[in-house]
């Protein structure tokens, strides 16, 4: 403990703060008197190791939504490591996609670049230091530019050369757990990492760089072997987050990875951007009791339990057990939940399936109502392939009629909240209103109620499964902003009818307006930072602005609408 001193009185001190162990004391006395000075700055978690789970944060005292847990910079970042074989791919400056065939070239390696003034290129922290070692193969390419030039390779070279210029990161960078014990040269894993990324690195930059180090006698990175990179691809695939702001950027950050998953996770995080080096704020999103565990969500929140876990299981090696992984009806939303097909007296037996143990992948599935059973190979088959068409109608530009007819396929065979009927429906709420045939104008009453149904329903789910909108702000806003206009070509109508705000349905829709728009703008406060996010936003705040010449020009006045539910 020798050279610590105390941060009341500046003696010699070997008493550490135990929450953040980033200040010492002289004495208890001392450390009570400092107290509120420090509170503020001192992290409110401490790092353990739980056998199951490794390394974790667990709160030192109780935070409420809001709090702050941690701020940081990235120990490194860079383009999103995933294969591109055709289309957009990010400039190693920015991350920003680029059409590689169209676009300017590096100066320095020929990699394909936004521009060439692109801040990034030079910056020692980004392109600057890789354009070196890039730049060694001297030959260039006019086709093939997405194998040739790949970006996937970039953030593990990027760590790579920690190792000279930060060697305390590097270390830092090490230290993470890459799980190569489950990521063996029998893996699909490993081959692609072996072609894709080890071989490419070493035969076309680090070849022409050992010559270069025998000529030089001067070593520019010690440690380039194979073991090295397949670790290094290993910590980015566990450890590193993702950021979809106004680019495809992954960071990895020496604290923030110590979050574990949680399906319903304690905190949300948002990123600054890169003009700030994209610091990570993470803050409480529900209330964290002390001792309670900090978490965050490794997966999509918007899948069925055993997607979710299959995905966890595959890319993060773990197998969840949260609250939501082990109820059957995940948190009453029934998002997994199929219709039974089994009969009572020769009628449909309008049971759901749900599964007897989620937490068990073998699980068999059983009805509410009647003894029909099925295996979890049929309902995987089942579930597998209503997503393969719903994938495909989505990825085609659907219509309205193309939508409506998947729905009602489904719903043979599915819960009415199931997640792949969520996702339907989600894209149907955005065409009503939208699409040819569909424009306000031509919408009956009937199918406007039906969009404003389904944007409830759906916002009843999500709410369920994000209770603190952490992890689906964008869908939540899109929800409330395609209720809120429902709601409006509704309430015009009738008012154009002469119908008034002394009727209580009108009211109710009016009240239900203003509601939606409000809670538009909190969902989607952290979201400033994304393209879709602030588009979204100003979408809102036009929306208010018609909201408000409405109230004003029909002299409602809104604080006697009182009868509406608010969400
Ligand atoms: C980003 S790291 C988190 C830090 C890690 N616990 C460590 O000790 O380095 C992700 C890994 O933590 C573990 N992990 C995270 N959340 C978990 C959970 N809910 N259950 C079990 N293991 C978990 C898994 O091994 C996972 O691959």
Request: charged share 25%.
């Amino acid at each position: 403990m020798g050279g610590l001193k105390c941060a009341e009185c500046e003696e010699p001190a070997e008493l550490k703060c135990s929450a953040c162990k980033l200040v010492a004391y002289c004495g208890k006395e001392h450390q009570k008197k400092h107290w509120k000075e420090h509170k503020n700055l001192c992290r409110p978690f401490e790092i353990v190791t739980d056998p199951e789970k490794g390394k974790c944060l667990v709160a030192t005292r109780d935070l409420q939504p809001g709090d702050l847990i941690l701020v940081e910079n990235p120990i490194v970042y860079g383009p999103r490591p995933h294969m591109v074989e055709e289309g957009p791919v990010p400039c190693p400056g920015c991350c920003r996609l680029i059409i590689a065939d169209n676009s300017a070239r590096c100066d320095g390696c020929d990699f394909p670049i936004c521009n060439p003034d692109c801040p990034g290129l030079k910056d020692m922290d980004r392109h600057g230091h890789e354009c070196m070692i890039l730049g060694l193969r001297d030959v260039k390419a006019i086709n093939g530019l997405h194998d040739f030039y790949r970006q996937d390779a970039l953030l593990t070279l990027r760590c790579l050369l920690l190792q000279n210029r930060h060697p305390k990161k590097f270390a830092q960078l090490l230290e993470m757990n890459s799980h190569q014990d489950k990521r063996g040269e029998d893996t699909e894993t490993y081959k692609i990492n072996e072609s894709r990324v080890v071989d490419y690195l070493q035969d076309n930059f680090f070849a022409p760089m050992r010559i270069l180090e025998g000529k030089s006698g001067k070593q520019v990175l010690k440690d380039i072997s194979k073991e090295i990179i397949h670790q290094i691809c290993g910590i980015v695939d566990v450890n590193a987050l993702e950021i979809n702001q106004d680019a495809e950027v992954t960071a990895l950050y020496p604290t923030a990875f110590l979050m574990e998953h949680n399906c319903l996770s304690n905190t949300k995080h948002m990123f600054d951007n890169a003009d700030k080096g994209y610091t990570i704020t993470i803050r409480a999103s529900l209330p964290i009791a002390k001792g309670d565990h900090i978490s965050t969500m490794y997966t999509h929140a918007l899948w069925g339990t055993q997607a979710r876990r299959e995905h966890l299981r595959e890319t993060k090696y773990f197998s969840c057990k949260c609250l939501r992984c082990a109820d059957p009806t995940e948190l009453g939303t029934y998002l997994s939940a199929l219709k039974c097909i089994g009969t009572q007296d020769d009628e449909p037996c309008g049971g759901i399936q749900l599964p007897i143990d989620p937490l068990d992948d073998n699980t068999e599935w059983a009805c509410n109502k009647c003894d029909a059973k099925l295996t979890n190979h049929e309902v995987c088959f089942l579930v597998n392939q209503i997503g393969e068409e719903v994938d495909n109608v989505q990825l085609s530009n659907p219509t309205v009629r193309e939508l409506d007819s998947i729905l009602t396929k489904m719903l043979n065979f599915v819960h009415p909240n199931h997640y792949h009927v969520y996702s339907v429906k989600h894209s149907l709420v955005q065409l009503y209103g939208y699409q040819q045939g569909y424009m306000p104008n031509q919408l009956s009453d009937d199918i406007i109620a039906k969009k404003a149904t389904m944007c409830r329903e759906l916002l009843e789910i999500t709410k369920k499964i994000d209770p603190a909108n952490a992890r689906l702000p964008l869908y939540s806003g899109v929800l409330l902003h395609e209720l809120y206009l429902a709601n409006m070509i509704l309430i015009k109508r009738k008012w154009d009818l002469g119908i008034k705000t002394k009727v209580k349905s009108i009211n109710v829709l009016l009240q239900e307006c203003q509601s939606a728009l409000s809670q538009a703008l909190r969902v989607l406060e952290n979201e400033r930072n994304s393209p879709a996010g602030e588009k979204l936003i100003s979408l809102v705040k036009f929306s208010g602005t018609e909201f408000e010449k409405f109230v004003s020009r029909n002299k409602i006045d809104l604080s006697g609408v009182t009868t509406g539910k608010s969400n």
